[in-house]
Every structure is written in C-alpha cells, then in structure tokens.
C-alpha cells in the first residue's frame, strides 16, 4: 500500500487526509503550534523533523511514496524543507495551495511583502485589527503609536505590541462575526496575511462594507520546480498519476 506523507495543519490537508484514507496509508505531520490541533483521520505525527536532513530520513525509514506539502501557504521554511527532502529521498513532492484572495470592487488594499513592512504601514494607524497570527507579532513589538486587537488560537507570548488586546479564537469565521469584531473595536485598519480560503475570508467583506482599508501581506512563492496543486481533487489526480 502507498504511504503519503501530508505535512498538514491546515483544512485541505485533513481534506485530503479524509480522501486518501484508508485506502492509502496517510501520515500527517503537524507542527505542533497549536495546543489543540484538529487532528486528521489516519497516523498523525506532531513536531519537527531536524530540518531537510532529518525529514529525508524519516521519508525514507518509513518508505514514504509521496510526500505533499499542504501546510499554511505561508510556512515558508518546513515547504523548503520538504522540497529539499523529496530530492534526497528521491520520492515525488507536490504542494498544495488554496488559491489566494483577489480584491474586488469597492476594496481598500494595500500590499506588502512581509510582516515588518505592514508593521511600518501601520504606525499612527489608530485601531489595528491584526490577524496574522500570534507567530509574527515580534514584527509588531516596536509599533507603540498604534493599538492591536490580536486574533489567535493560543494565547501569544512576548515580544509583542505595548498596546494590545487579545481576542482568542478558531475559524472559520461569519461575516456577522466579522462586521461586529469592525465596529464593537471600532477598527480603523484590518491587517491580515493572504492566506487564501473561505474559513478566514469574511473580515475581507466585513472591511469593504465598513471601508476600512487593510494590509495584506503577500505569500511566498513555492519552491522552483514543486508543482502545485490548488485543491484536494487535483491532489487526489496527481496520487492516482503513475507517480509511485
């Protein structure tokens, strides 16, 4: 039986985990950030692998047939990590990427390439909805001309913004939530990071209706040479490709 190896965490991957199951053998790995993951159908693994050199050897020990890379788009480093342990494993690696968001009409956005640069976007900016993740908010902790609402799963930990409050939840999110978030904080600027998807996209909307503008930062690119595919169902071709 094939053994796919899903670097996993985010809903597509527990997707694919549920398609390949159990007529695959599936290994999820998750990183282990979140204190109470939602964990996969099938094996599940939690926590590092050293690096490109140890998830080589884990691919290996465990005769892996593919691995996909179906982290969040942008978890840049375990996705270079897994680009370099497919070539030395010598097994196929494909990435699985929700497609990113696209402003429409009446959208007020500004885009930056990184953290830092939306933490410079936002000085003076007055109410900052920030909902990048309690991971990044050390880009933020010099930022002391601004107030933070901070969205996240867990509770964050310092360095982090002198002004700030913490608003602690999960997706996927409404637009009714997101519109009372806007206006009971009296938000004057949404930063978020492109992430693409449905579970995250209704502050988008909320923001538009309320016209406040917002910060996106743009992805990272996937590794050259690492197809992607851009749902479970192209992955799922991609497995039934004579690949093994």
């Not at 788009?73 to 070539?87: C, G, K, L, V």
């Not at 908010?137 to 913004?161: G, I, M, N």
């Not at 923001?207 to 690492?226: C, H, I, L, N, T």
Request: hydrophobic share 50%; net charge negative.
């Amino acid at each position: 039986m094939p053994h796919v190896l899903i670097l996993g965490g985010t809903t597509e991957a527990r997707s694919l985990a549920e398609a390949l199951h159990p007529h695959v053998r599936v290994t999820s790995s998750l990183a282990g950030r979140v204190a109470a993951p939602r964990l996969p159908v099938g094996e599940v693994r939690i926590g590092g692998f050293g690096g490109a050199e140890g998830m080589a050897e884990w691919v290996c020990e465990h005769a892996v047939s593919a691995v996909i890379d179906a982290t969040h788009p942008f978890a840049e480093t375990i996705s270079f990590n897994a680009a370099r342990a497919a070539a030395t494993a010598h097994v196929p690696l494909l990435a699985l990427r929700r497609p990113g968001w696209v402003p429409g009409v009446g959208d007020d956005w500004r885009e930056v390439a990184s953290l830092e640069e939306a933490a410079e976007a936002v000085r003076g900016a007055g109410r900052v909805f920030l909902t990048t993740g309690r991971m990044g908010l050390a880009a933020f902790a010099h930022v002391d001309d601004a107030h933070f609402l901070v969205r996240s799963v867990d509770a964050p930990e310092p360095p982090f913004p002198p002004r700030m409050e913490v608003l602690l939840d999960r997706g996927p999110f409404t637009l009714d939530a997101e519109r009372a978030v806007l206006a009971d904080h009296a938000i004057d600027v949404l930063v978020t990071k492109d992430s693409g998807g449905a579970a995250t996209s209704p502050k988008l909307t909320a923001a538009r209706e309320a016209g406040v503008p917002v910060v996106v930062v743009r992805r990272p690119p996937v590794p050259d040479g690492v197809p992607v595919a851009t749902t479970v169902e192209e992955a799922v071709t991609w497995l039934n490709a004579p690949i093994f």
